[in-house]
């Protein structure tokens, strides 16, 4: 080491012991020092020239916010001075407030008056959370759901603004139930419809009993009804005082000016504890960096906290009601924790809950930032969102570009580039989480969602318990090239998701050019669709380059392996086993080779290994995939392979199937075939990782 270099290398360690020699402390504790005055302390000392490293302990208790709290690059640490959040003991920031004054009307009904806000009037929530449990907002049908049995829609212009008004006549079943609801109980309610992969919730404006039409008003329009199949469309009505008749239940009465309930068994009107978002809050924590300037938020840590009770976005009706329609996987509400501009942020071990949107959601200009060891449970909406939701933005960029017939001819158009007006998300880390119970407020919501991310690491999560996507990677629609690039998703298990409430999802989805990334040891179990789609791997429209190895899926309502159209994809020494409709799909036909298909164990009770749709029917012929040396075995009957591959027919042998155990035998006629076992118990959590 040459003189001057030992000089700066002593100079960075005495920085850094000075630095750690100037570490200051702040307690914030419940009476004591709030959040909101922690913040102001550091941001007046840093402006004050202060380089400290600083860490706030929060003492255990609930600490309800009444504003985000907002921290911009003036916040910000350094690698060798961060600022650090250190919650002691179950420590909660929260958008909520108990509700009190409980009071047993009889019947079975508990009620509690509707709190006010800071303006003096009634605040207005959709969710209540009762003993830690979200409760159920009443409802009809009591079970199930309505479907449209005709559909339209039209397009009228307001004081200059367009709206669209949305006729819905309702099929039979549902005719009885909602002729009898007056114009108050139409008022309260709250329209929820579900369209294949899309959501929105509506006031109702009107309601023909005589013609059994229902009319609805929005700003945008809803993916059209009338295209598809009507299992695949179907819609419910909350906070409807006539299906408030089951314990467990909630309801919100305006005119009363009451919060009504009914207990379940065992519970005490003493030991009753009721939380509403009355804070209204979309997001606890903000990051407000400035990416276009490269003014990052960075070096903050959040350690052991909790985060609670925020609202979904949405337009604002006069009732205080949200309206909101937002086509696919949730994508304009917004998180709990939300940031854009932030650079070297970490989560770990930090814990999310009862929310009404995202749990994380973080937009421009992300880098090097993870979420690590924490827990993600009953989420409105989805887990972690990671890239802005801005569609295709190589197309609006550079339109002149486009050759509608064809893929690029090479795997990422980088001198496309130029006229981008956001930061691509790069070199984040989401490891080792819990995330469960979500789309509670929309369904739409997914686990892990990446849409213009590169080179962004998702291992180890657990996903259950959803209705929509597992992970979700891309969002860019057809060959236009995007950013999605070089990610890993890796020893990830996901399982129980669908539940036969949206359609067209998987376990893992991927859509537009995705090169270098990889789709490894992750286990798909039990993926459910409320019609077409519930696939396990999932590449969508555009899909190009992604690489699937060592994964098993399990029980899906549709294909374990479903390609829309793509190419150069590959799926190698997988494990599949009771595929739905079909086990392996390509829906559309192109003239270039898609995917590639080797090594793989597929195993089904009945029913074709593959189709080849044609859809759109844009061209006819071979699939252009290849295969080489899989093992394909129906449980209860023949093998056919349609003539469209080729393939080894065998029972696999699995150790024992009746006990979900899809090791293979020692003697497995697939490992002569080159297949490698694998691990999938390693998938999930990390062993160790609290539950």
């Known amino acids: 080491m040459n003189r001057t270099r030992q000089t700066l290398v002593i100079m960075a360690v005495a920085m850094s012991v000075a630095a750690a020699a100037m570490a200051k402390e702040i307690v914030v504790s419940p009476g004591g020092v709030s959040p909101q005055a922690a913040v102001e302390q550091i941001r007046a000392a840093k402006r004050a020239g ?3 490293a600083w860490t706030v302990r929060v003492k255990p208790g609930v600490y309800p916010l009444a504003e ?7 916040d910000s640490g350094t690698p060798e001075a961060p600022v650090e959040w250190i919650g002691e003991g179950r420590a909660v920031f929260s958008g909520g407030e108990v509700l009190g004054g409980w009071t047993d009307d009889g019947d079975g009904v508990w009620s509690a008056p509707i709190p006010k806000g800071r303006d003096g009037r009634p605040v207005f929530f959709e969710s209540l959370y009762v ?8 409802r009809l049908p009591l079970k199930g ?4 049995k ?3 829609e039209e397009a009228v212009v307001e004081d200059g603004v367009t709206n669209y008004i949305e006729r819905t006549t309702v099929a039979e079943e549902g005719l009885e139930a909602l002729a009898g609801l007056s114009r108050a109980e139409l008022d309260a309610a709250q329209w929820r419809a579900f369209v ?15 013609t059994g039409t229902l009319v609805v008003r929005g700003s945008d329009k809803i993916v059209s009804w009338k295209a598809w199949d009507d299992s695949a469309n179907y819609f419910y009505l909350e906070n409807v005082a006539a299906g408030f008749t089951k314990p467990g239940q909630w309801l919100y009465d305006a005119k009363a000016g009451r919060v009504r309930y009914r207990p379940l068994a065992g519970e005490k009107l003493g030991a009753l504890e009721a939380i509403a978002p009355t804070a209204r809050l979309v997001s606890l924590v903000e990051f407000r960096g400035d990416f276009a300037k490269k003014e990052y938020v960075h070096d903050i840590r959040f350690r052991n906290l909790g985060f609670t009770a925020t609202r979904t976005d949405g337009e604002l009706c006069a009732n205080g009601a949200v309206k909101q329609y937002l086509h696919q996987a949730a994508r304009r509400t917004g998180a709990a924790i939300w940031g854009n501009g932030l650079k070297g942020v970490r989560f770990e071990k930090c814990r999310v809950f009862n929310t009404e949107n995202y749990a994380f959601r973080f937009g421009d200009g992300v880098i090097s930032n993870a979420i690590v060891s924490c827990e993600i449970e009953d989420a409105g909406a989805g887990g972690i969102w990671l890239g802005n939701n801005i569609s295709n933005p190589l197309k609006l960029a550079n339109p002149e570009y486009r050759d ?15 006229n981008t007006t956001f930061e691509a998300v790069r070199f984040n880390v989401v490891d080792d989480n819990l995330i469960r119970r979500c789309g509670r407020v929309n369904a739409e919501g997914c686990g892990i969602v990446l849409t213009h991310a590169a080179d962004t690491l998702v291992t180890h999560n657990e996903i259950t318990d959803l209705y929509y996507t597992g992970i979700s990677v891309g969002w860019t629609w057809g060959y236009w090239g995007s950013y999605a690039q070089r990610n890993e998703i890796s020893f990830n298990r996901i399982t129980n998701i669908g539940q036969h409430k949206m359609a067209d999802m998987g376990g893992v989805y991927t859509l537009g050019a995705s090169y270098g990334t990889v789709v490894t040891n992750n286990v798909i ?3 459910d669709s409320s019609s077409y789609g519930g696939w396990g791997m999932y590449n969508d429209e555009g899909s190009e380059g992604v690489y699937w190895a060592n994964n098993l899926v399990v029980n899906t309502t549709a294909d374990s392996y479903h390609l829309h159209f793509g190419r150069s994809n590959v799926v190698e020494n997988c494990v599949m086993v009771n595929g739905g409709t079909s086990k392996l799909c390509v829906s559309r036909v192109e003239n270039h080779p898609q995917v590639a298909f080797r090594r793989n164990v597929v195993c089904w009770p009945e029913g074709p290994v593959f189709t080849k749709t044609g859809w759109n029917r844009l061209r006819t012929g071979d699939a252009h995939a290849t295969y080489e040396d899989n093992l394909f075995w129906c449980t209860s009957g023949e093998t056919e392979l349609n003539g469209l591959m080729s393939g080894t027919v065998a029972d696999p042998k699995f150790v024992d199937p009746a006990k979900g155990d899809w090791r293979l035998r020692p003697d497995s006629p697939a490992l002569k075939l080159g297949f490698k076992p694998w691990d999938y118990s390693l998938s999930g959590r990390r062993k160790g990782t609290e539950r």
């Open 50 to 52: 202060d380089a400290s």
């Open 150 to 152: 005709t559909w339209s």
């Open 145 to 148: 759901a309505f479907h449209a």
């Open 68 to 74: 985000t709290l907002v921290l911009t690059p003036a």
């Open 196 to 210: 294949k992969w899309a959501y929105a919730a509506y006031p109702v404006e009107s309601y023909d009993a005589a």
């Open 525 to 527: 179990m039990d993926v």
């Open 131 to 138: 003993n830690g449990r979200r409760a159920d907002r009443a």
């Open 404 to 418: 509608l017939s064809e893929p690029w001819d090479h795997p990422f158009p980088t001198e496309r580039l130029t």
